[in-house]
């Protein structure tokens, strides 16, 4: 389970409201929504964080039994979880930050307990729980402070961990660095021109193909010969303050990065990006947020067909009524902040500045229905 949530702007925007899966929050405090038989689904969990300005983000890791959050304070802290309790000994507060720290990222934890959090200070940090020995005492320690970036570094995503241990960073400055950890132990870093005007937000691409898992087998195989091998593919997308949304694959025989599509479609700054996760299926899914007001749904049948946009439409959402004179079709009341997949890639979470998160599925006939709203 995996949770997100932004009470306050990266840089250059006016106000950010929650941006959850499962959860709200408030301007010092983050409320969660569990999916689990020994809560209430219908009344989030608040917990407080003590941070002493706005929480910019907060995310449990893999196994939901931790919540890291940043704030503005610059500091980054982690609490262990136990059914939506927060517990105050097992808290951590992560200092190293100079700025705003704006998004914090869980790696696999096939990789250890790693963190990653980005700032307004232009600057990365790798974070990794050291164990307790004899009578000191455990802690977090920075493993990795990646300084290339010349503007703030609005966001932070851990590629599948079947590629590794890679981190793509997108930052104001334009420009895109992905990280990774080397057989050496060192951390390679490539960095790239990725929007012009600055780059809000990355996401990965599956590491499995579309399809690859209903591949059919050769008919000849011999009983005992290895099936066709799946491969996999470094891919992921960025959102832009260009209004645009690129994906970017990496080429071993040049070993670097290339774009290889640009999805046009918002008319304004592209807040976030989000790849769904997916099981080997046949289609791709991409959800874009943007200042415009608009979430749009990309879709993709095959690796060589082209991406088709759709855009989600509040007004047939039958949800609980907002405030004030209803939006335009197709638009939100106010920019959408965030977006966010379940695990299993078919709700998505949508995040806008009224203050509300709508969750969206499509239904049978291809036609994307709010299915729920939750209320900061």
Known sequence: MSLRCGISPRPSAQSCLPFPTYSTAS?????????????????????ETSHEDMIHDA????????????SSDRTVKVFDVVDGDTQRSGGHTLKGHTG?????????????????????????IIWKEQPA?????????????????????????????????????????????VLTFKNDGQWGA????????GCNAVSWAPAVQPGSLIVPQPSNTIPG????????????????????????GFRDESQSWVEEEVLEGHTDWVRDVAWAPNIGLARSYIATASQDKTVLIWTKDTPTSPWVKTALDPSSASVSPTTGAPAPAGKFPDVVWRVSWSLAGNILA??????????WKENLKGVWECVSDMTS
Not at 28 to 40: A, C, E, H, K, Y
Not at 103 to 124: E, M, N, R, T
Not at 350 to 359: I, P, Y
Request: proline share 6%; aromatic share 8%.
């Open 225 to 248: 010969q290895q099936p066709v091998s799946i491969q996999s593919v470094k891919r992921f997308a960025s959102a832009g303050c260009d209004n645009l949304v690129k994906i970017w």
């Open 190 to 197: 490539d960095v790239f021109e990725g929007h012009a005007i």
């Open 27 to 47: 301007r010092l405090t983050v409320r969660i929504l569990f999916d689990m038989p020994s809560t209430n689904a219908s009344e989030p969990i608040p917990i």
């Open 100 to 124: 705003p720290v704006w998004q914090v990222a869980w790696a696999h934890p096939k990789f250890g307990q790693i963190l990653a959090s980005c700032s307004y200070d232009g600057k990365v």
């Open 133 to 177: 020995q004899g009578p000191t005492p455990g802690g977090w320690a920075k493993i990795k402070e990646h300084t290339l970036h010349k503007a703030s570094v609005n966001s932070v995503s851990w590629a599948p961990h079947e590629l590794g241990a890679i981190l793509a960073c997108a930052s104001s400055d334009g420009t895109i660095s």
């Open 350 to 359: 949508v995040s806008c500045g009224d203050g509300k998160v709508t969750l």
């Open 59 to 70: 995310q449990l890791d893999y196994y939901g039994k931790r919540l890291a959050t940043c």
